[in-house]
């Protein structure tokens, strides 16, 4: 059974957590900490833990360097940040720096069930809603799409690329687009390999700039 640890300074907030992770996850140990200091311990006490939970403005945080500490201490350890933060470059900072998911404190509680289902089964998870949304200025993450990568995509991974950057998934992209869910899964895989990146994330990131319109029109 899995092992989380919820790491925020609200006391309230990690009580109503506790409730929904005992829901979903009948005999899960559930661990606490109130400050990224407590948090640090914790993770370094317990290696086999299955889940970080993290606040991004907890004491001791300090933004996303908080992050980037614990992901040095703990590179294989999964932690999804949990914020009330909707900034879209905040959301996609926190993944490029190796966060598995960005769950927005404000979010009903059947979307939270079904991020964290997401999370723990090894996906990644970022909220669709922020990701539909405008993007405010950020930092340049150094990864960019060179016009022969984007030319060298299919018409159709295009559009799964373009779904992608809603947040979608596999299943939510099939739908749109009306083809099979394996199919989708072979279209990523290939827009990983044209586009020369590791992962899903790093495909949006690089793609996040990109007109579609211009390329849709061939």
């Known amino acids: 059974m899995y092992t989380i640890l919820i790491a925020d300074d609200h006391p309230l907030f990690r009580d109503a957590m506790i409730q929904v992770l005992q829901r ?6 559930l661990l606490q900490a109130d400050d990224f200091d407590a948090a640090m311990e914790v993770a370094q006490d317990q290696p086999e833990l299955d889940l970080v939970l993290l606040d991004l403005n907890m004491p001791g945080m300090n933004g ?7 992901r040095q201490q703990a590179p294989t350890l999964p932690v999804a940040i949990i914020s009330a933060e909707t900034d879209k470059s905040i959301v996609m900072q926190s993944i490029a720096l ?19 289902e997401l999370i723990l089964a090894g996906n990644i998870y970022i909220p669709p809603d922020i990701m539909q ?8 993450h150094g990864l960019q799409a060179t ?14 690329l373009q779904n992608m ?15 099979a869910e394996a199919t989708v899964k072979a279209h990523v895989s290939a827009i990983l390999a044209k586009l020369n990146v590791s992962n899903r994330v790093q495909a949006m990131l690089l793609a996040r700039d990109i007109d579609f319109s211009d390329y849709l029109k061939r």
């Open 24 to 29: 979903l996850y009948e005999g899960c140990e």
């Open 64 to 70: 996303l360097n908080g992050l980037k500490a614990l």
């Open 98 to 116: 190796g966060a598995v998911g960005y769950l927005n404190k404000s979010a009903p509680r059947e979307k939270l069930d079904q991020a964290l």
């Open 133 to 140: 949304a405008p993007e405010s200025p950020q930092p340049d």
């Open 147 to 160: 016009p022969q990568q984007l030319h060298s995509l299919t018409r159709k991974q295009l559009l799964v």
């Open 165 to 179: 950057l809603t947040g979608a998934s596999n299943k939510q992209i099939a739908y749109e687009l009306n083809i």
